[in-house]
Structure formats: C-alpha cells, structure tokens
C-alpha cells in the first residue's frame, strides 16, 4: 500500500517535472526540471528492482550530463529574452496529435495484454537488480559485442565533440 | 510494487515520452529539444525497466544501461554542435536552420 501510494506520487512529480521542461522560456529552469525528473524516475527504479540502474541514473543522467547541459548554457547565457519560443505552425501541431495518437494505440494494447501482473517478489530472485547479476548478463555471451561496440561508439562520440567544438585543430 | 503493476508503470511512460515528442515539436530552442530527447529516452528506460520487472529477466537493465551509454554520447556530440552553432550565428532559434530544407 505505501509503495504503491510512493509510486503515484513519484509517477505524478514526473510527469509534472517533464511538462516543467518543456514550458519554461529560461533553458535553466527546464535542465532543473529535467534533474527532478530524473531523480523521480531513478525512485522508481528502486522500487522496480533495477537497483544498478537506479544508481547509474543519479551519477550518469543527474550528474554527468545535465551537469554538461548546464555548463553549456552557462557558457552560452542564455536568458528569458533570448529563448526564441514556440514553434506552432499546423505541421507541428500535426505532429503531436499523430504522438499523441500512437501513444493512445500503445496505451490501449498495453491495458488488453495477456498477464499485467508483476513477478511476485518473494518469487524473484534475491539477487535481482544488483551489479553482480547484471555484470554476467552483460558479460556472458549475448550482450558481449554490443557492449564492445557501445565503447567503440563513445569513443566516436568524444573525438567527435573535440572535433566540433574546438576552434582550430 | 505488486499492487501497482504493469499498466500505471506503462502509462507513466508513455506519458513523459509524449512529453518529449511535444517538446520537440513545438520547442524552438534547440538546448530544450535536445532536453526532450533526453526526456523521451528516460520514457523508454522506464519501460524497459517496467518490462525487466515483469518479466523476472534482466536483459531490460542491460538495454537500459545501452540506452544510458548512447544518450551519454548523443549529448556529448549534440552539445558541441550548439556551441559551434551559437559561435557562428549567436542564436540557439531552430527555424534559423533551414539552409537544406527542401
């Protein structure tokens, strides 16, 4: 019972903290909103058992990037009056009424599925959700080339942003 | 979380992803569309991890794990555009960007 009233009301400043940041004109009350979110969402890993993922979310999503997100509109400083705004012409609106549509399809098939129903916890393995047991998913066969190629893709990425941003090589 | 279930987690979800796509659509700073991708990307994390717990499987934490790895580098790379971006025109406005729009 107190779980799940934790739950609605973490699911509740989610979404709250999502429509944050979309609306704010200041980019840096949005990346705030986006921060709270994100502390929200990492909650509900918790309460999901992604223990990992919960703590990776915190240090990766709430510290590392929004930490860049930030500098980068230090660095930038941007205001209020310089947020060129909204963009509402028909083909947007268009846009995020077809969203809004395929998000209401998926809605009504998630609710007509055959079982909707969490694993028991007393039936779930006590290990579930820690280090150890997603460290030999990753690395025990199937998952081994991905995460090879997820670290060639980050290698990518940072020459890539050394490459753009610096003013001469 | 045996009371909740699936659905509310799968609604939250699909909330915040709409969320995202509303934000990109209509948002014409591109740090606060670059934000709503990110936004729609915790809205699929959610559901892998949704799915995961359902499941009794842990192939969802890894995809979300990949999901981390990958936004970790689109903003990397996304972010030093704005900057080259703002260093050549001064402005963060999306529309301003429509030299190769058909």
Same mark, same amino acid.
């Given at each position: 019972?107190?779980?799940a009233?934790?739950?609605?009301t ?23 909103a ?17 223990h ?21 509109i ?14 509402l012409?028909p ?6 009424g ?5 998000g ?26 820690t ?6 998913t ?6 081994l ?8 893709l ?16 | 979380?045996?009371? /909740?279930? *699936?659905?509310? %987690? ?7 992803? =709409?969320? &995202? ?8 700073n ?9 936004l729609?990307?915790?809205? /699929?994390n *959610?559901?892998? %991890?949704?799915?995961a717990?359902h499941?009794g499987? =842990?192939? &969802?934490?890894v ?18 555009l704005?900057?080259l ?7 963060v406005?999306?529309?301003d ?5 058909g």
């Amino acid at each position: 019972m107190f779980e799940a009233l934790l739950f609605y009301t973490f699911s509740a400043l989610a979404v709250f903290a999502g429509a944050m940041v979309i609306t704010r004109r200041n980019a840096a009350s949005s990346a705030i909103a986006l921060v709270a979110s994100f502390f929200c969402l990492a909650s509900m890993y918790a309460m999901l058992g992604a223990h990992f993922v919960a703590v990776i979310q915190i240090l990766v999503y709430a510290g590392a990037i929004m930490v860049l997100f930030i500098f980068v509109i230090m660095v930038l400083n941007l205001r209020e009056d310089n947020d060129p705004g909204w963009n509402l012409s028909p083909r947007a609106v268009l846009g995020a009424g077809v969203g809004g549509l395929v998000g209401l399809t998926v809605f009504v098939g998630a609710s007509a599925a055959r079982s909707m129903a969490f694993v028991p916890t007393d039936k779930l393995d006590p290990n579930f959700g820690t280090i150890e047991q997603i460290g030999y998913t990753l690395f025990s066969g199937r998952y081994l080339l991905p995460f090879e190629v997820v670290s060639a893709l980050l290698t990518v990425a940072v020459v890539g942003a050394v490459v753009l941003a610096k003013k001469e090589l | 979380m045996e009371q /909740v279930g *699936l659905f509310p %987690v799968l609604a939250v979800s699909a909330a915040l992803f =709409l969320l &995202g796509v509303i934000g990109v659509l209509t948002r014409r700073n591109i740090l606060i569309v670059l934000m709503s991708v990110e936004l729609m990307l915790n809205a /699929v994390n *959610l559901s892998f %991890v949704a799915f995961a717990r359902h499941h009794g499987t =842990l192939d &969802g934490h890894v995809f979300a794990v990949f999901v981390m790895a990958v936004a970790a580098a689109e903003a990397g790379v996304g972010l030093a555009l704005v900057i080259l971006l703002y260093r050549n025109r001064h402005k963060v406005d999306l529309d301003d960007l429509n030299l190769l729009k058909g």
